[in-house]
């Protein structure tokens, strides 16, 4: 919009509120990184940008209505799936649950409104994964109530909060200290929660060296060396990091065959003699490791689906990756074999940016410079005269957008929201958690957003 004169933009959402991942996937004790909310209700706020809520595109609204309308389409929809391990049980035993899940839940995501994690069944739980958000999983289970409660965490998931006899976590990866790709700032968090205790990792998995790591290494090597200055006598609660370990049985007891009771894990090992290399890999051993515990949380990322049409509209996507196949600059390509090789064609006109472009990776920060680029992207082919959509077919486009398509959706019955829709449920919600003082009190499911504007 500032680099085009006179451009619209139409962002399309399924959910009747804005925000996405700032909303449901960014921790409730993490209010500053929300702060991108700010610059995003700048952009709303003009008469050249449209806010269309509570449609879902592909479904509601198919892909192909959109093209006569529109000069470009820029996908930028995330990862709504969760990679799955594939074990026996991972979907019968009660007590295994998706990182994804758990924080949509204590978000407020309606997906999960009615997930109703049962924390109070005993005092181990595990975490497979060792991501930030397999630590953000394990900080919320290991922080008291009144360090969440001015929050904008639900108050459902304050409630159960409350009731957990959740005691002591480990979190469980498949190779070492210096692969894993959660952040030092969030091992930090975790260290310094009151009355919760490190269990200290053994000596023989940190870098004996440190003259050849780099400098995020090195930080954090001593960071995990040091721990936390929490004694044991002074520790209500404990964590750990546990390395090495791959998941191979979730397993139920004699006494309840429906519940979760233990997880084996095989033993692995780094391949190669660089121990310190991010980018190692790890073999099997025959090995085996029994951890009890009657809660798991799987954390091993997230994973984008294509939108019903795509191909129609000349969309490619990689089922295996979980990407639109795109250029640096987040063009969407498609490749052909012919007689001189491969070939790498731009598909006119259609765009993508975040993780359905790159993959699930990055925080907030990295995955707004990469929309950024893709922005800059389209201003420069736009400049630059490239084919947009309906070039080849200009008596069939009326580059419209919503003007035109609001009232299709509106004879098929569909109800969109706009911004100006959302500005009254995000009064509601903040006068809802005023009145149990904490910042806002979320609104969990379709029906009750829907329900202010009537």
């Not at 930028?76 to 594939?86: H, N, T, V």
């Not at 991501?131 to 009144?146: E, F, I, P, Q």
């Not at 029994?290 to 990322?301: C, D």
């Not at 250029?327 to 993508?352: A, N």
Request: hydrophobic share 40%.
């Amino acid at each position: 919009m500032s680099r085009i004169d006179n451009a619209v933009v139409d962002m399309y959402e399924q959910l009747p509120v804005p925000f996405g991942l700032v909303r449901f996937g960014v921790a409730p004790d993490h209010p500053e990184v929300k702060n991108c909310q700010d610059k995003f209700a700048d952009i709303a706020s003009s008469p050249r940008f449209n806010f269309i809520g509570n449609i879902e595109v592909g479904r509601d609204l198919p892909l192909a209505a959109l093209k006569p309308h529109y000069d470009a389409i820029l996908f930028a929809y995330g990862a709504s799936k969760d990679r799955r391990l594939g074990l026996p049980k991972e979907d019968t035993l009660k007590g295994i649950y998706s990182a994804r899940a758990f924080v949509g839940w204590y978000n407020g995501l309606p997906e999960y409104a009615d997930l109703a994690p049962e924390l109070d069944r005993g005092e181990e739980a595990v975490v497979i994964g060792h991501g930030n958000v397999a630590l953000d999983v394990t900080r919320t289970l290991l922080s008291g109530v009144d360090r969440l409660k001015d929050t904008d965490i639900t108050e459902q998931a304050l409630n159960v909060l409350s009731k957990s006899k959740i005691k002591r976590v480990r979190v469980v990866g498949r190779r070492g200290p210096m692969q894993a790709s959660f952040t030092i700032r969030e091992v930090r968090e975790l260290m310094t929660l009151p009355e919760v205790r490190f269990e200290p990792i053994e000596a023989s998995l940190l870098p004996s060296d440190s003259s050849k790591l780099s400098r995020v290494q090195k930080r954090l090597a001593k960071l995990l060396s040091t721990g936390s200055s929490i004694s044991v006598a002074d520790a209500l609660k404990s964590w750990s990091l546990n390395f090495f370990l791959s998941p191979q049985s979730f397993n139920s007891s004699n006494e309840s065959l429906d519940q979760l009771s233990s997880i084996t894990f095989s033993k692995t090992a780094l391949q190669g003699s660089d121990q310190n290399d991010p980018n190692t890999k790890v073999t099997t051993t025959n090995s085996l490791a029994n951890i009890s515990s009657s809660i798991a949380f799987r954390s091993i990322g997230y994973k984008s689906e294509s939108i019903p049409g795509m191909a129609e509209l000349g969309v490619p996507f990689d089922e295996k990756i979980g990407i639109i196949p795109n250029d640096p600059y987040g063009r969407i390509v498609t490749r052909s074999t012919g007689t001189d090789g491969l070939t790498v064609s731009h598909v006119p006109g259609l765009y993508c940016a975040g993780w359905v472009k790159r993959g699930p990776t990055g925080v907030i920060a990295s995955t707004m410079e990469d929309a950024f680029a893709t922005a800059e992207a389209i201003a420069r082919d736009w400049e630059n005269n490239a084919p947009f959509l309906n070039k080849w077919n200009p008596l069939a486009a009326t580059n419209n957008g919503w003007t035109t398509l609001k009232d299709e959706l509106k004879f098929k019955g569909l109800r969109s929201v706009s911004w100006v829709d959302w500005l009254k449920i995000d009064a509601r919600e903040k006068a809802r958690g005023k009145e149990r003082g904490k910042e806002r009190e979320k609104y969990r499911s379709i029906w009750q957003m829907l329900e202010v504007l009537n």
